[in-house]
């Protein structure tokens, strides 16, 4: 039987146990808008069609996903909520508390997602002992992508330090190539900053300054390096980066016109749609002076409370489905990120999902996994927006790092 076959049964199964009458319909609000990313939504919405659901597409583009939760308040406040929405850590407990959202513990227990999800994902799917989101993956966001051929040209091996990819950048430079393929969006400013963190201070300082938000970290003389960093990377993006796309920055890396870029692995999702293969066409590495540790993202869907009874079916059979080991097993393949279950076998994932799921069990294991403050899984949404701000004004050279990290302190302060 095949996986799309045994899927569609589990589906159609719940589907008619709960007495399905009418047609079903989820409408999804989410952020995946690019190549890769569509690529993935179409096998979930395919897998719910075979089971009798029809899927009404919400896209709202923007990593982080800032701009889908403004959209979805928006929707709340009109009364209207979505019946399911892609969610990162901080939201969902933020919604939760305010009983915006479907128990999901039947099925839970059902299913016995406890024993498989990892902990890290629990504290964030859960709330006050209740599910109330199905995680779908695990992302992390300190990865270098690079595209082999340019490494070969230019004479590079895999960067080892923080000087050796600076080095590198400089070589690409210097041959008149983007030395590193950035989007100039806060979001992939912060994206990039988790890295920094991380690279500079280590797992206690990203602990301190991220979650945290010790003012002492936050105003240290490692926020200025980390800064500093900021700086660095900043001489090697191109003239055209402000405003760009992060899968446009993917496509200069595809396209040979860049040789490195620091993006979560959503990434991977692109190159793969561009039939290139991990290990040949591209490589993915952490970045450098991040290795053994893990910031992570998991994306979620959280069902929004709705009266209506065949709208909860479907929305407790897309749940059903998107924790099913089949589907996270497709899925991830697709969307470059790695399954949220820990009874998931590696193999028939590419060298950097193989790398991706046992970095993240090693890192669970010794204490380098982390949220990702960029990606909503290390601070509340108001600090991580703050955060953003005072990034992205450094970035564009508004503040020197000094001064950002003393306006890190202030911002973060007032947004508690
Ligand atoms: C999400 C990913 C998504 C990326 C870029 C992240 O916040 O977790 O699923 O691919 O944003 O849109």
Redesign the pocket.
């Known amino acids: 039987m095949t996986m799309m076959r045994k899927l569609h049964l589990s589906v159609g199964v719940l589907a008619l146990s709960s007495g399905m009458a009418t047609a079903q319909e989820v409408e999804v609000l989410h952020?995946?808008t690019?190549g890769g990313?569509a690529a993935a939504v179409g096998t979930l919405r395919d897998t719910l069609a075979e089971g009798g659901i029809t899927w009404q597409d919400m896209p709202v583009a923007?990593?982080?996903?800032s701009d889908a939760m403004t959209v979805l308040r928006a929707r709340v406040t009109a009364g209207n909520p979505p019946t399911a929405v892609q969610m990162?850590g901080f939201s969902i407990q933020d919604w939760a508390a305010e009983g915006a959202l479907a128990n999901l513990d039947d099925l839970a227990a059902e299913q016995g997602w406890g024993d498989v999800v990892p902990e890290a994902l629990q504290a964030f799917s859960t709330y006050d002992g209740s599910w109330v989101a199905a995680p779908v993956n695990v992302?992390s966001t300190n990865w270098v992508w690079a595209n082999t051929a340019v490494m070969a040209d230019l004479g590079l091996e895999q960067p080892e330090s923080w000087d050796d990819f600076v080095a590198a950048m400089q070589a690409a430079q210097d041959a008149g190539l983007t030395a590193l393929a950035h989007g100039g969006q806060a979001w992939q400013d912060a994206t990039m900053f988790d890295s920094m963190v991380m690279g500079v201070g280590g797992p206690e300082f990203y602990q301190a300054s991220m979650v945290d938000l010790d003012p002492d970290a936050l105003g240290s003389d490692t926020m200025v390096e980390v800064f500093q960093r900021m700086e660095t990377l900043r001489g090697f993006v191109d003239d055209n980066f402000s405003g760009r796309d992060?899968n446009l920055a993917t496509a200069m890396v595809i396209n040979g016109d860049a040789l490195f870029q620091i993006m979560?692995d959503?990434a991977k999702g692109e190159f793969v749609a561009a039939g290139m293969t991990a290990g040949e066409e591209f490589t993915c590495f952490r970045v450098p002076g991040t290795e053994g540790t893990v910031t992570f993202?998991s994306?979620q869907f959280a069902m929004f409370n709705v009266s209506d009874a065949s709208a909860q079916e479907a929305q407790m059979a897309m749940a059903s489905a998107v924790l099913s080991p089949e589907f996270q097993v497709t899925f991830n393949l697709v969307?470059g990120?790695v399954p949220a279950r820990t009874d998931i076998d590696s193999s028939d994932f590419d060298m950097c999902g193989q790398m991706g799921m046992a970095q993240l069990a090693e890192a669970a294991e010794a204490g380098g996994l982390f949220g990702s403050m960029a990606?909503g899984h290390a601070n509340t949404p108001s600090v991580q927006n703050a955060m953003y701000d005072v990034i992205t004004a450094h970035f564009n050279g508004e503040f020197d790092a000094e001064t950002a990290a003393a306006e890190m302190v202030t911002a973060v302060e007032l947004a508690q």
């Open positions: 952020w995946w690019s990313e923007g990593g982080g996903g990162l992302h992060w979560g959503w993202n994306d969307k990120s990606h």
